[in-house]
């Protein structure tokens, strides 16, 4: 850029537009307090997810707000498009380099931008516009997603600017006639000048010496052996390291050099006249640039919280406002008084469920999720246990939640998550030792608790581990208790981390403040990191340094110089935790018990199920065998009926007695064979275990139904396997299974081949052709078989199978 630079206060704004903060709206944290959270690290778990830098610079930019509206907004958009990608669309910003330094540039009065610049700004115009179309596309499916898209400068501006330029970022010759002119008498006018020089160089070339034109300060020479200055004249431009070897201009080169130099001035003057039209049609689109840019961030910061939800199977949280908490609302460490009742309605209740560390979601065999509620009338949770147990982390995660949550990002929780809008946020974590500044850990944690009484009010969430440490049990358990009765009266929503038993004993007197733990497995002595709400922790020192292997006489003694006040209440929570796991086991045996039963339920109505499908597919059966039936008695009878009618013809025009004889023969062998037939298939039905029923219509129906030792069967009754005995040349397979016609086949096959029969007929149907494939592959299979084919159309065609068996 020539012409000038932005200001610090020029960029200062374009950042805020860009990253799209809530400002003029306060930080419900102080950086210390988000360095103490570890906020910044989490964040970047979020950025990691954006398309471009500038989209991860915007998530790195957030920070927690106080104003409900702005989170309500960012929290809906985020959840929007996790709602649109979870559901597959292929929604994806394009990346866009930040060109906000060069908009700043464009705005300087008389400044032309470079060739980088203006095309980065032509890229820019290309993501915006593909990114237009996509907030277009997906407009009713995300309108508040789809809510971010503005207007950007004409495409016929991002046309120009990508006409003019090379890919390799060069002006375009087509840029203008001009420079197209000017480039071509340099590459003319190069050519000639290089064509002289080489000329020069043959008339000086020795042996097998190759020299090659050169170019020095801007001019193009020739090398020249110093023994040899004598036989050429001209300018040296300079010579080689060893001395050897001049660089000169020949005097036949001098005026085509200068030729040169003045078109390449000429194109230079080409590419900055090009330079300046396309900055100029460029400048007056500064806003809609900005406007463009800001666009493409807050689309990335809005995919990147999306995915990062995504990845942390997050839920958005309903957002509440925080408590507001009269002067009426003052308790006394007895329990008397009533902190609700500076409490309006549910304002400041807070549920988190299935809550975890962000920083541990890469860890997925630590992330332990915790449930924590606290009604409008609880205001302290008061976190005992174990060292090592999770109690610092999960203090960590309640303030990184709410941080996030009110910074716009959905954060690791479940879903009926709800939390307060906090109007300040206050953490007193770890280690404030400052040999340089003459502090000790006590002095540190005093300093930090002062800040934070002078400042806390209702609307605040304060976080402290292990308060009260550091210095006398008896001083610390005092001053730790008059810090959480304090917070309390404020309704204050606290959550401090303890091992003091004076707090433990506190917290179940005082209205307003609950005691709460992580569970710790007493069998195996490690924490299993579960939350529980109500009842206190045990710490466990003893018992751990116990299995550490400390001498027995040593614990002998720590344990009786234990005061009796302590031991009695560590018996008591060690009762309670017995008590709460024979609850818990009950509990777990009723629950496999529901589960089993569940379960048999489930089974018995398949089985019914099963047995229904059953039944309907053997009644159907039973109705198509005896429509076929039917269907075939009939064709016996017309086939009868025409035999006889060919007979009688015979007969009526028969003019000697043979002929006479043969008529009534072919009648008689037409009844025979018709009988035969009807035979077969009731022999056939009988092999299959149906029963036949004939008659009663006096047309010939006949019908079959199933039975098994002559009474009807059961819907699952198995088919008997056919002998020697019930052997017949015909079987009919349909409305059989694959399965079941291939076991009725190798049987009829097997009665066949018993009884010496020739060959067998088989009915699978024509239908889909599944039956007819799958008999042609057992028969394939069966080396009885000596060939089979499928029966002529007036015999069945495709629906009847004839095998002609081996003898």
Known sequence: MTGGHPTEQQQGVLATRVAGTPSPFPAAAEPRTLEALEFGAALELVASHAVSELGAVTVRSRLPSCDTAWITEQLATAAEMQRLLDAGDQFRPEAVADIGPVIENLRVPGGVLEPGELTAIGAALGAMRSLRAELKRIGSAAPLVAGLLREIPPKDLEDRITRSFEVDGTVSDDASAELARARRNVRDTRSRLIATLERQLRSLARGGSHPEVTLKDGRYVIPVRRDDRDRIKGIVHGESASGATLFVEPPEAVELGNELSSWESAEARAVLAVLRDLTERTRPHCDALLDGLVMCARADDAYARARFAIEADGVAPSMVPSR???????????????????????????????????????????????????????????????????????????????????????????KDTVLPVFRSIYVDIGDHQSIAASLSTFSAHVGALKEILLQADAGALVLLDEIGGGTDPIEGAALAGATLLSLNDRCSTTIATTHLSELKEMAARTEGVVNASLEFDTETLAPTYQFVKDRPGRSFGLAIARRMGLPAEVMELAEGLQPQQARSLEAMLADLERREQGVAQREQDVSLAEAQLTKARAEVESLRADLGLRHRRLAQRERDLERDGREQARSFLLDARRRVEEALGIARSAATQTAAKEARRLVEDGVRKEADALKRLEDQAQAKGWRVKRGGTGSGEQGAEPTVGGHESAPCSPLPAPDVEAATSEIDLRGLTGDEAEASLILALDAAIAADLPWLRIIHGKGAGVLRVRVGQVLRRDNRVARFHLAPPEQGGTGVTVVELAS
Do not use: W, Y
């Open 324 to 414: 507001r908490c009269s002067p009426g609302g003052s308790q006394q460490p007895d329990g008397s008084g009533d902190p609700a009742a500076g409490v309006r309605g549910s304002e400041g209740s807070m549920t988190i469920v299935r809550g975890v560390h962000p920083l541990l979601l890469a860890e997925s065999d630590r992330a332990v999720p915790f449930d924590l509620e606290l009604s409008p009338a609880e205001f302290t949770v008061l976190l005992s246990g174990p060292n090592a147990g999770g109690k610092t982390v999960l203090l960590k995660a309640v303030g990184l939640t709410a941080a996030l949550a009110q910074s716009g990002v959905i954060p690791p929780v479940g």
